[in-house]
């Protein structure tokens, strides 16, 4: 019934904001709490390539800035350069890290296309090809067909289970969890709550897992440069 009438675009439950007697006041920690988990999002996410840019600057065959007067082509050199690294380590990489690269990318990718259209729809009622539809008097919410990405992405997965087919099945997967994650508050409030303070959870929880997954790729990794050293030393010592 709850969903129903959002679907349907009341916006709120019928009775709900009366049985609250109140109106929630509008208060300025959410937004604070929303920078603080976008600076850590961003830093999880953006950290890695900032620093692997700097380290190709540092070590390949741009010019570093201190030696060249020409510093925006240095710069275009070693981001070239790092772009074909990380196409290198891509193709390198087990398949099981590339599947969550592929879905921190898509989450990602996906939660800020989003947000902008979703802005944009409000704004001018379209976002080039997307505005908001409706079946009859129901408003579907992009967390519907988030949620049917998501389950027709993980059961694919789940009946081949076949890694190769994992790294490429990850990309509609993170794009599914975006969709859904990005109206999490409305799930919650069972109301239609995007553009409110209560809103904002959403964005909280976008923002969260994007910091959870970058880090967790980037502990990986660092657990697999561990393994290599760790793990093959032990084995030159079992083999004496």
Known sequence: ??????SRGTGRVPGRARARGRTRPRSRVPDRRTAAIGAVALASAGGVAAGELARVWR???APLPTETDDVLGAGAIATRQAVEVAVAGYQATPRRESALLNLLTSFTVTFGAVRASTGLIRVRGKAGPFRNLRVGERHIHHFVPGIVLSFIAGGISVVSRDEDLDAW????FGAGM???LDESALLLELEDVYWTPEGVVSVQIALSTVAALASLALALRVLRRGEERVLAAGDGASSR
Not at 1 to 6: C, G, H, K, R, T
Not at 169 to 172: F, G, I
């Open 169 to 172: 099945l990850a990309v509609p």
């Open 59 to 61: 070590r390949g065959r």
């Open 178 to 180: 975006a969709l859904t």
């Open 1 to 6: 019934m709850a969903l129903s009438a959002v």
